[in-house]
């Protein structure tokens, strides 16, 4: 593809500022004043070095992304306003920016710089979008000098060395991670808006989009993603940025939303969907999301799954004024219910089920397979969860805090991410194996209208000569108002063993005798009966204290149900009790 097929996206990209809905025009304003009012925030040495003296990653971090922050508010309100107070603070953020020796986080660099190397992450590249998306809306209105600046670093920081060795750069073909669509999308964005005419563009946009393409290949044969809803999110927004920057440059001759995939992936969100507002949240992934704005409404426009994606944003909220795309109109069809209730997504080995869409308190069920070196990857092959009453008693905590240590050898010491920390099957004290060669099948998906049986083979996932089998079954009946559950796990050893199954929960959990328990929630009761082994014995542990990648203190709370056997057979019943 040639520069000369290319029309620059002009101001279609945003409304007229009368046009901007009234609740987000008075926020910004809000928010606009706030920012004028004080200093830039500032990312000093001390900080940046933190991360490797001590492994945290969340104080330079703070002001780093808070500056990116008041810089896309400051454009947007600037644009909506024309307040030259704005505009002046703006500029002022656009030349502190410009003055960063790097653009990239401490967590993504060596600890000795190399001030002759180009490093590209995900910031590098989101900030060179966010800089080019400025210029695009009001670049009219900044001085020549900061004009000049941002096209001087982008050439500088991202263009250049991207186009002359993309090769360096891994991330640009590790198309089943987040890395490659962000970045990928984010600089193809950045090029489009701001790169024309140069000899650089050709080259990296149709690198992009033959990258872009990729990761789009990467998608579940039903569209979800291996990483979860929090990455799907952040990856998705700056694909289909792209995607759509793609598209209205070349006046629609471009359109990668005709993927097959990008079809189908808008779903993943509306399957993934825990009433109220919370989400499945496998791996290390958020349970609350906040989706961008202007992707779920381009997915909700473009994708044949449109009016189901149009019903979702009814009960959710979006990520509104992070970005530029806030303020667009993207007219989307009306909202209507999703008809299936059962989704198998057979590559990243996930299920989930439901009663039905329509009664909130309803039960959900959700179970995963895969293996154990996914992107953001956990210990959790076999996890589940199960949502009624609007909460999770039987949960999974998504991440944890972000440090050197949680993506380093020692991640799997961490309760987040380790088996411990989930509802697995433990031998002899023993879990699962760690790397790719461990992993479930899911033998069975089968749904009807009262039960819905999901058998998973979970032999895989262990150290050999553990286990001679290992399986589990999940039996959900939609026959009783809130459903019921029943769990099943079958092992058989060689020799007699400890075998041990776990269930992770929420909430209060009060012992009746021991085959009886109620586990008490905010808005209702699960009843978990033991009904197999005949001989057991069984107690309750916790993780506490744990900080979570929000910032919140956790406690990871499970009961314990053990046996010695060489052949044993859990057979668990949970029942919910409004």
């Not at 509306?270 to 290390?284: I, Q, R, S, T």
Request: glycine letters at 6%; charged letters at 20%; hydrophobic letters at 35%.
């Amino acid at each position: 593809m040639k520069s000369s097929d290319f029309i620059v996206p002009e101001k279609q990209v945003v409304l007229k500022a009368g046009e901007v809905r009234k609740q987000v025009k008075s926020h910004l304003n809000k928010e606009a004043k706030k920012i004028i009012e004080t200093d830039i925030p500032f990312s000093p040495y001390s900080h940046f070095r933190l991360f490797h003296l001590t492994g945290d990653r969340a104080i330079y971090e703070k002001s780093f992304r808070e500056k990116r922050r008041n810089l896309v508010i400051l454009a947007m309100a600037y644009y909506l306003t024309k307040n030259q107070k704005y505009l002046l603070k703006l500029q002022d953020y656009i030349w502190d920016t410009c003055n960063e020796p790097s653009w990239s986080l401490p967590a993504h660099l060596p600890e000795t710089l190399n001030y002759e190397k180009r490093y590209i992450d995900l910031v590098v590249s989101t900030t060179a979008a966010t800089l080019s998306e400025i210029l695009a809306l009001i670049g009219d209105h900044l001085d020549q000098n900061i004009r000049n600046r941002i096209l001087y670093e982008l050439e500088k920081r991202v263009f250049v060395p991207f186009y002359q060795h993309p090769e360096d750069y891994l991330w640009s073909k590790r198309y089943d991670s987040n890395w490659c669509a962000v970045c990928c999308g984010a600089i193809g964005t950045a090029v489009i808006l701001a790169g024309r005419n140069q000899v650089y563009f050709e080259k990296i946009v149709n690198y992009v989009v033959q990258a872009i393409n990729r990761y789009f290949d990467n998608f579940d044969t039903c569209g979800g993603w291996v990483e979860g809803v929090s990455y799907w999110n952040y990856g998705l927004t700056h694909a289909v940025r792209f995607v759509d920057t793609l598209y209205r440059a070349t006046d629609g001759k471009i359109n990668l939303f005709n993927h097959p995939k990008i079809q189908l992936t808008g779903l993943f969100p509306v399957n993934c969907f825990l009433p109220p507002c919370n989400f499945v949240n496998f791996g290390d992934a958020h349970s609350n999301v906040h989706f961008t704005r202007e992707t779920m409404l381009l997915l909700a426009r473009y994708t044949k799954s449109g009016q189901y994606i149009a019903w979702l944003l009814k009960h959710i909220k979006l990520n509104e004024l992070q970005e530029i795309g806030s303020l667009r109109e993207i007219k989307i069809p009306s909202g209507s219910m999703p008809d299936e209730t059962f989704v198998h997504y057979p590559d990243i080995g996930w299920v989930i089920t439901r009663k039905s869409w329509r009664d909130k308190n309803g039960p959900v069920f959700a179970i995963k397979a895969g293996n154990n070196n996914e992107p953001h990857n956990q210990i959790d092959i076999g996890q589940f969860i199960f949502h009624v009453f609007g909460e999770d008693f039987l949960c999974d905590h998504g991440a944890g805090k972000y440090t050197k240590d949680y993506f380093s050898a020692k991640r799997y010491q961490n309760p987040f991410c380790s088996a411990e920390g989930h509802s697995l099957i433990f031998i002899d004290g023993k879990g699962q194996g760690i790397g790719p060669d461990f992993s479930g099948k899911i033998l069975k998906a089968q749904h009807s209208h009262d039960i819905d049986t999901m058998c998973l083979d979970l032999t895989g996932a262990y150290p050999s000569g553990l286990a001679s089998k290992i399986t589990r079954t999940a039996t959900f009946s939609k026959r009783q108002k809130y459903g019921t559950l029943l769990i099943e796990d079958v092992i058989e050893t060689s020799t007699q063993r400890t075998i041990e199954t776990r269930l992770q929960y929420n909430g209060q959990l009060k012992k009746l005798d021991k085959r009886h328990f109620v586990l008490k929630g905010k808005n209702g009761k699960l009843a978990i009966n033991i009904l197999k082994p005949e001989k057991f014995s069984v107690s309750t542990g916790n993780f506490g204290n744990l900080q979570e990648i929000a910032g919140s203190k956790v406690s990871i709370q499970f009961l314990k149900i053990s046996t010695k056997s060489t052949s044993a057979r859990f057979l668990i019943q949970l029942q919910p009790v409004s």
